[in-house]
């Protein structure tokens, strides 16, 4: 799969959940400017936080995450570019039940599925 910039992933993450029937918004957030949130309605607080990593600061986004999950009981999930990031995100958040690290090509896969019309399927993965 090709390699998106942060900000065209960030913009799949918007579609997939537009798709699922979420309010995708982002940058979006009171403390941390998350990458993406969705939310069931525009006044709820968000169910699902994102942040893509992309060469950034992976403790900030994990720091950030936490916050979300401590502040509105959300979860989050860290997509990650770098397989190196990765295994390090996976140990930084063994103790977070709450957050999942993900990988950038997966979430490509995901968006896919969802072109493909296997909106129910992806829609129980996430029981959004």
């Keep these: 799969m090709p390699r998106l910039t942060h900000d065209e992933l960030v913009q799949k993450i918007k579609e997939i959940g537009e798709m699922l ?24 607080n ?9 060469k950034g600061n992976l403790d900030k986004d994990i720091a950030s ?7 509105w009981n959300a979860k989050g999930i860290l997509v990650l570019f770098e397989e190196s990031d990765f295994h390090t995100a996976q140990k930084k958040l063994a103790q977070e039940s709450q957050i999942y690290p ?3 090509d997966d979430m ?16 129980s993965i996430f029981a959004v």
């Design 65 to 71: 995450l936490i916050w979300a999950v401590k502040n």
């Design 21 to 44: 029937g979420k309010r995708a918004e982002g940058p979006w957030g009171p403390v941390c400017k998350h990458d993406c949130v969705w939310r069931d309605n525009p006044y709820a």
């Design 108 to 123: 490509l896969k995901l968006h896919s599925l969802l072109q493909a019309g296997n909106i129910q399927a992806v829609r």
């Design 102 to 104: 993900l990988k950038a």
């Design 46 to 54: 968000p169910r699902l936080v994102w942040e893509v990593c992309d």
